[in-house]
């Protein structure tokens, strides 16, 4: 069986724990099967051939589209170097995570509604995985959304208010379900290196909630929010740490942060998604502004606070039973601080993680019955 995966990659270490939640769940089962990942450069063949991954041929740059290359390289050439023909696939899935709605543009909803059409003439099974989706109130994103959803067999999303922006749209199957997160079953691997770790509150920036905001002065405010939510933990005698759970944007987010701290605290970057969440598994708590490091602190029952940039954010705590526990990035400095002293006692603590024991059993369970849909007709 030979199956590819789109919209999860590398750089974005969510998208990467999509990728892999997939790759494993499905090699539990099926052992033999093969993962193809499209490219468009030699950099990025020479990436999946070290991470083993079989490659599809694309190139497509703006309203450009060349399609599938390999059409055109001799059986002998693909076979010697682990290409695949898009009429090889046999399932397609689809695992952008956030990718279509009124904050993007529709040439991506485009795309993949063209790319299912021609895998639906191959009659490969097509599979949208839990994401969040909409608004759709731009009439292409709605239209083309629209086309690809309507093509697949199955279609997850992540939220309830994701499944209403998908109820908008015109969809002719009932195969539309209300499925979590399902990178929650990755399993954490703990690293030696990070025990000084244990037990500190981990903060996780994000440079879109400046990149994404409407507010003209959005660096200053979520600078001095991350930097009087340090000082606070630290005046109550906790210590807290960066963890970067994506790129370069998140850590220059932290030197700008500890630039106005008076003792900057310690920058962590690990770049191995497994390590990352186990990491996230030892800490007393995590505030942050990444959705899949919320993803791995909440399902791992690790008291959380999110700042967040999007309905995604609420949506999952709303699942986790935390929904009081999101700061908006513009509260007034009282408000939020007040709202520090009353998560970080000992009675809020045990509580929380004793709900989140409780929810993630919940979420969890739900994950299983998705995969036993998609495994069941495999």
């Known amino acids: ?80 170097n ?7 696939i046999d399932i397609f899935f689809e695992a952008s995570g956030f990718a279509y709605g009124d904050q993007w543009t529709y040439r991506m909803a485009n795309y993949v509604a063209n790319k299912f059409e021609k895998f639906k003439k191959n009659k490969t099974k097509l599979v949208v995985m839990p994401q969040a989706l909409g608004p759709f109130n731009n009439q292409l994103n709605n239209q083309h959304t629209t086309r690809f959803l309507n093509l697949a067999d199955y279609v997850f999303v992540r939220d309830k208010q994701s499944l209403e922006y998908v109820k908008g749209l015109d969809i002719k199957h009932s195969n539309v379900k209300l499925m979590p997160d ?41 600078s001095e929010m991350l930097k009087e939510i340090i000082l606070r933990l630290k005046a109550k005698g906790l210590e807290a740490a960066f963890l970067i759970h994506e790129g370069i944007g998140d850590y220059q987010v932290a030197e700008i942060v500890n630039a106005k701290l008076p003792n900057p605290i310690e920058i962590v970057w690990e770049k191995d998604i497994y390590k ?62 007040n709202k520090v002293d009353e998560f970080f006692t000992d009675n809020k603590l045990l509580s929380e993680k004793e709900n989140l024991l409780n929810q993630s059993a919940v979420q969890k369970e739900k994950i299983d019955k998705m995969w036993e849909i998609i495994l069941d007709r495999m």
């Open 1 to 80: 069986m030979i199956i590819e995966i789109y919209g999860a990659r590398f750089v974005n270490k969510g998208a990467e724990m999509m990728l892999y939640a997939i790759v494993n769940k499905i090699r539990e089962q099926y052992p033999d099967t093969k993962f193809v990942l499209s490219c468009s450069s030699k950099s990025e063949f020479n990436l999946l051939t070290q991470k083993g991954f079989l490659k599809r041929i694309t190139y497509r740059k703006h309203l450009l589209d060349l399609g599938d290359l390999g059409r055109f390289i001799p059986k002998s050439i693909r076979q010697k």
């Open 182 to 222: 399902f990178t929650m079953l990755l399993k954490p691997q703990i690293d030696e290196k990070y025990l000084q770790l244990k037990d500190k509150v981990l903060i996780v920036p994000n440079k879109k909630v400046i990149t994404t905001s409407k507010l003209s002065n959005i660096e200053k405010l979520y």
């Open 276 to 337: 990352l969440k186990g990491i996230i598994s030892q800490g007393k708590a995590l505030i942050g502004s990444r959705f899949h490091s919320l993803v791995s602190s909440l399902s791992q029952a690790i008291p959380s606070i999110a700042i967040g940039w999007s309905h995604k954010y609420q949506m999952l705590f709303e699942d986790f039973n935390s929904e009081k526990n999101i700061f908006k990035v513009d509260d007034k400095k009282e408000v939020y601080l």
């Open 82 to 88: 682990n290409i695949v023909l898009e009429s090889e």
